[in-house]
């Protein structure tokens, strides 16, 4: 048993070993630069109680995340549900319309919203052109701007694991409940709904992680004028060359994120829901 146990560590070594030097380590590094820079104490750490603008930062972020989220799961689950009652031939077409965007580079998605969205793009001159508006609208370089690229990009990462989950719920249930009198709402509201719960958590801590350290999408719709903490702590490093308070930010990004993961863990299987076992 022993030597089984042996070999088996022997064979995870040197996956051990990248995962130390090129994930654990820089981040271990990044936590030490947080506390000695500029030089050793809390400082840059107090900057989250004392700086208007770190907390400004901080609460755009979170509010931008929160609506992306909530927006790519109300999005994603109509998109979801549609493609579990389509028949197999529509199913393909449908998921192939949910997977080409992730196929398409980001920076491409971003640049081309620009183009619709701007003061003379497509969107605007149309409602114009039709009398819906006399000036154009301000939906790029903003906030508004920034939730419709990343809820474009997040919603495949909504579908697939709520399509996921709906697509193991027993069709059976759902006739025997409209046998015994439930009505189509009844049976979506309490029969379907609740047993497609485990993916819409599953997509709702996917769409929320991912969207905490989104860079390119806001830096090119916000414009420079909404900051979020990716672009935040690039301002630092790169342009400000304030090391500690760059360091500082992705450290609390990532302490957020693994209490974000521990919260739902307490809340749910993490393992069942991310289709593990267990």
Request: glycine content about 8%.
């Amino acid at each position: 048993m022993r030597r089984a146990s042996f070999g088996w560590w022997l064979l995870i070594l040197p996956a051990f070993l990248l995962l130390l030097g090129f994930y654990v380590a820089p981040i271990v590094k990044v936590l030490l630069i947080s506390f000695t820079d500029p030089e050793p104490g809390l400082q840059n750490y107090e900057r989250l109680f004392t700086s208007a603008s770190v907390q400004r930062v901080i609460l755009t972020t979170l509010r931008i995340c929160l609506i992306t989220t909530v927006l790519a799961l109300l999005l994603g689950y109509a998109l979801a549900y549609a493609i579990t009652k389509a028949s197999p031939q529509a199913k393909r077409w449908w998921l192939l319309a949910v997977l080409v965007p992730l196929w398409i580079s980001v920076l491409v998605r971003a640049f081309a919203w620009v183009t619709l969205l701007r003061r003379q793009g497509l969107v605007n001159n149309t409602l114009m052109e039709i009398g819906i508006i006399q000036e154009p609208l301000q939906l790029v370089w903003n906030e508004l701007g920034i939730i419709i690229g990343m809820v474009h990009y997040m919603v495949p990462f909504a579908v697939l694991p709520m399509l996921a989950s709906m697509q193991e719920i027993d069709p059976r249930l759902l006739a025997a409940a409209r046998g015994l009198g439930a009505s189509r709402r009844e049976v979506f509201l309490r029969v379907f709904l609740p047993l497609s719960k485990p993916g819409v958590i599953a997509a709702a801590v996917l769409v929320f992680i991912f969207s905490l350290g989104f860079y390119i999408t806001p830096a090119i719709l916000g414009g420079g004028k909404t900051l979020m903490v990716a672009e935040w702590i690039s301002l630092q490093i790169l342009d400000l060359i304030r090391w500690g308070l760059g360091t500082m930010m992705a450290t609390m990004l990532v302490l957020t994120i693994l209490v974000t993961l521990a919260i739902f863990s307490r809340l749910v299987n993490l393992k069942r829901v991310f289709g593990m076992g267990g």
